[in-house]
């Protein structure tokens, strides 16, 4: 057998080799991961952070409408309530009255739909002004309603087609009015 004694010089050689190589092993096996996990833990955290301000945010959003809908719920104008299934007589007096005040009206129904014990009624209608006060005044009528509604989509137009002032010229309003009864057992 042929042992090979090394020289001082290649063993020291061998040590810095084995340095290198234990060096790398430990980098690419151990603080390159390491290094990996804490980067995307860190874009998850400002991930999250901006959530959690968005979320805050949304918080005090809503408190805010919350308030403002407590506010509004004690002064009398906007005191509605939600009346039983089949108020369809006395909205149909209420917009008879309301809309005395247009030119011309027209009213189309859609069917109603249930969502968690409450029924939606959307009501098309269309009403002609001489003016866009007068509109105005009608929509605020409708929208402060004793019975409970949304107005969903609103559209008012110039009959006229030309370039005139809608504040003194005759309009058309469409809109849609979803009133809201309580379904009965």
């Not at 939606?120 to 209608?125: A, G, L, M």
């Not at 002609?128 to 929509?139: H, K, L, P, V």
Request: glycine share 2%.
């Amino acid at each position: 057998m042929i042992s090979k004694s090394f020289t001082k010089r290649e063993k020291v050689l061998l040590v810095i080799l084995i340095v290198i190589l234990l060096s790398a092993v430990y980098y690419f096996a151990v603080a390159r991961p390491s290094m990996n996990r804490i980067s995307v833990a860190g874009d998850q955290t400002m991930a999250l952070q901006d959530e959690i301000t968005l979320e805050m945010a949304k918080l005090t959003k809503i408190k805010e409408m919350q308030a403002k809908i407590e506010e509004a719920a004690l002064t009398e104008r906007f005191k509605t309530s939600i009346p039983d299934y089949d108020n369809l007589e006395n909205v149909m007096k209420q917009l008879d009255t309301v809309l005395s005040s247009s030119t011309d009206y027209k009213l189309s129904f859609s069917p109603t739909t249930e969502e968690s014990g409450l029924l939606y009624r959307p009501i098309d209608v269309e009403f002609d002004c001489a003016n866009y006060g007068t509109a105005r005044s009608i929509i605020d009528k409708i929208y402060a309603s004793p019975f409970k509604s949304m107005i969903d989509t609103l559209s008012v137009d110039n009959t006229e087609y030309k370039e005139t002032d809608i504040t003194t010229s005759p309009v058309k309003v469409t809109m849609t009015v979803i009133f809201i009864e309580k379904k009965t057992s």
